[in-house]
């Protein structure tokens, strides 16, 4: 390893030796892409690091430097030094403030697909936006809402991030959450879907990548407001959504609210699959309205911009989403000796609350050349309400988690290469309570979690390094320790301790070879390892989910392991876009339930009812092979083709079927592009799912499919844009032209028949 890391040093200090040159951002010091140099018939530009090789240029010659952005200069060869500085041609806002600083390192992948800010304006809700993206699927249980699912991780075993601050928290549960629905698509400015060192950059939870996802900054530009109305058809949904951004001399405001209304929706009438009662369950169904599946949703921002210096912003961050209460569909449809099992099942107003504060500095020190330092503060509060048929008692159990997050991060350029590195903390706090209700009182009931409160603290640092061996060849390495700590405290207790601990120490890494050839063709590997904590909800939750199981606490768990190997190969010219993904991802330490005993014990009462004990245990390691290919071919200036295509196998260590393992699906577009009018038709195709596919402990709600699975399903879908002028435009969009009956997959809810979307965007 030592005469590994010699070798790696001298490649580097032989390249700094050579004639090449690196053009820097005079304020921000930030490397420059694509620009020219030039003298007589000579030209060269620099690459995504800055550089570019001059050894074809003479002693004498004077060389024009020129990029769109900058002020052009001249120089001597003979005056050039190893560094030059450009200055920018209009006094604008340090781009620095306004990105993650961790971004870059990502970029340096290959295969990191970010939305489109037109995509996420037109979408009405965030899984919407990603359904069928590079590797992604959906999990449905409700309108609007969605369980992400990337690479077959999902839940507490998928990141996601909300501008750099993670979502996650310590009761994201194994099986499906519907967390995405709290992020308002109208907010973003974009989503990055990032795999690879992801896991190094991001830490927990990050076990094969992560999503990122950007909120709109404020704006140092004439105050303009923009304002979209939407209406659809299969769920009578009526959404309005309005931002505006303005400033006060160094000061930049944006403001922004969203109202969401959902009726129940309307499946599709065409039952090609054959399973005629499929879908049709007793008791929420009328026709093919699917009754509890209304509700209505709130959701609010607010950033200030306050621009100290030229090199110094400081970005405060509010944002607030709530909704009605959620019935859960697929409780509702449970029957018991023939009739309705619960009268009620639903959840609570889910609250998300975020104030964080950004300084951001750019101004480089012999320590960083770029710093950005986080202090967030979380309030998420949800709860579960239920009442089965007969029954007198209302069980209601609410959670409220309080999460602090602090962290610095920095790069610095030294040589040729970058260095980014980090540290900081999270602290979660969580109050877990519970009763029985009737119209008039409350009585005692036993809590989801501890009921005396639990804490969970984390401590973590990292470190990345890019070292640019070459003009086309770039090796990224990294790693990252974490510390967690968990606490938690029981009152009243069934069980025969009063307090849970748990410890654990992680340590992860990777590497990544980038290589660029002289064909707008690129290619990497990369080996990374990722981690997941257990969490509060695999250490101390007491839950049942059929009646029959209970699950209760054990303390003795270690953290989730994932080795991954990836290749990606692209090609990308201004026209043509092809990319191809191939992963293996190793899980060891698995966290999955299994029969146990207390006191050697096997059962007990929960509920009322006698149940089989559960506990989580590390016992399973599992593989996932993958494939994913995007591609966007051209075909005239004005029409374009468009596809997507992922498939995954997942196996356990005894060759037994993988949960979150959705089937082969493939979404392919073609777009067509008149001075004004935009046309889209797309078809969006998911293969079976046999039933025998199906995991064993039941995540993949093998009991909402059919006998034999899940059929396949194919459906087509039409879409029309017209601007106006510049500040009006208006779409029309027909989803599932067929009115096909379908599920997706996992999902306890039909899909959505046919849709009629209108959408009035406006700009001032």
Request: aromatic share 14%.
């Amino acid at each position: 390893m030592k005469k590994i890391l010699a070798i790696l040093f001298l490649v580097v200090v032989f390249n700094c030796l050579g004639q090449e040159v690196r053009i820097l951002d005079s304020l921000l010091k930030s490397p420059i892409e694509n620009v020219n140099l030039i003298c007589k018939s000579i030209g060269v530009s620099t690459n995504k690091n800055g550089f570019a090789n001059i050894s074809s240029f003479n002693k004498g010659d004077t060389i024009l430097i020129s990029h769109l952005s900058y002020n052009n200069k001249l120089i001597l060869f003979s005056e050039i030094n190893t560094v030059i500085f450009l200055s920018t041609k209009a006094k604008t806002l340090p781009e620095v403030v306004l990105l993650e600083v961790k971004a870059p390192i990502l970029q340096l992948l290959g295969n990191q697909t970010a939305i489109a800010p037109t995509k996420i304006t037109q979408s009405k809700s965030t899984s919407d936006l990603l359904s069928n993206k590079l590797g992604v699927s959906v999990q449905e249980n409700q309108p609007g809402g969605g369980s992400l699912n990337y690479r077959g991780m999902e839940a507490n075993r998928l990141l996601l991030t909300i501008d750099g601050i993670p979502l996650n928290n310590t009761i994201y549960r194994s099986g499906h959450l519907q967390s995405s629905a709290t992020i308002n698509p109208f907010f973003l400015e974009k989503i990055s879907i990032v795999s690879g060192p992801a896991s190094i950059a991001y830490g927990n939870g990050a076990m094969s990548g992560a999503l990122l996802f950007y909120t709109k900054n404020p704006l140092f530009k004439k105050p303009s407001m923009q304002i979209q109305t939407q209406v659809e058809s299969s769920t009578n949904a009526v959404f309005f959504n309005f931002i505006s951004n303005y400033h006060v001399k160094k000061i930049a405001f944006m403001s922004g609210f969203s109202i969401k209304s959902f009726g129940n929706l309307k499946a599709g009438n065409n039952r090609i699959h054959g399973y005629k009662n499929w879908g049709q369950e007793p008791f929420v169904i009328n026709g093919n309205e699917q009754l509890f599946t209304a509700y209505q949703q709130a959701d609010f921002i607010h950033k200030t911009l306050r621009k100290i210096s030229n090199y110094k912003s400081l970005l405060l961050n509010t944002q607030f989403s709530t909704s009605t209460d959620i019935y859960r569909f697929d409780k509702m449809n449970d029957a018991y000796e023939g009739k309705q099992k619960y009268d009620k099942w639903y959840y609570g107003p889910q609250n998300r609350f975020l104030q964080s504060m950004k300084y951001s500095m750019s101004k480089g020190n012999f320590l960083f050349d770029n710093m950005n330092t986080v202090f967030a503060f979380q309030k998420v509060k949800e709860s579960r309400h239920y009442q089965k048929n007969g029954e007198c008692f209302l069980s209601n159990r609410f959670e409220n988690i309080n999460i602090y997050d602090f962290s610095f991060d920095f790069n610095k350029y030294f040589f040729r290469s970058k260095f980014t590195y980090g540290l900081g903390t999270r602290h979660q706090k969580i109050i877990s309570t519970a009763t029985l209700s009737d119209d008039n009182n409350t009585y005692y009931n036993s809590t989801r979690y501890p009921d005396g409160g639990s804490f969970v603290n984390d401590y973590f640092v990292y470190g990345q390094l890019n070292i640019p061996v070459s003009l086309k060849f770039d090796i990224l390495i990294g790693g990252r320790i974490n510390q967690h700590f968990l606490n938690a405290h029981f009152r009243n207790s069934t069980f025969p301790f009063s307090e849970i601990n748990n410890e654990n120490l992680s340590f992860i890494k990777s590497v990544l070879f980038d290589y660029e050839t002289d064909f707008n063709t690129s290619f990497s590997v990369s080996y990374y390892s990722g981690f997941r904590n257990p969490n509060l909800d695999d250490i101390g939750k007491v839950f049942s989910k059929n009646d029959r199981d209970v699950l209760i606490p054990n303390n003795s768990l270690n953290p989730e392991y994932s080795d991954n190997l990836e290749f990606a190969i692209k090609y990308e010219n201004n026209r043509v876009l092809l990319q191809m993904q191939l992963f293996n991802t190793q899980i060891s330490n698995a966290i999955n339930r299994e029969y146990g005993a207390l006191n050697e014990v096997d059962s007990m009462v929960y509920d009322g009812e006698m149940m089989r004990i559960q506990m989580n245990k590390n016992i399973e390691s599992a593989t996932i092979n993958g494939i994913g290919l995007i591609g966007s071919l051209p075909f005239f200036s004005n029409l374009n083709l468009s596809l997507n295509c992922n498939y995954l196998i997942g196996k356990s260590s005894t060759n037994s079927p993988l949960a979150h393992i959705p089937p082969f699906n493939t979404r392919i577009s073609i777009k067509y592009i008149y001075k004004q009018s935009e046309f889209e038709f797309y078809s969006i195709y998911n293969a079976w799912k046999k039933a025998e596919d199906y995991d064993f402990a039941g995540i993949d709600n093998l009991e909402e499919a059919t006998a034999d699975g899940t059929p396949s399903w194919i459906t087509y879908n039409l879409k029309y844009q017209q601007k106006i002028d510049a500040s009006l435009s208006f779409s029309i969009a027909i989803e599932n032209i067929t009115d096909l009956h379908y599920k997706s997959f996992a999902s306890g809810l039909s899909s959505s028949g046919r849709n009629l979307i209108l959408s009035l965007h406006s700009n001032f």
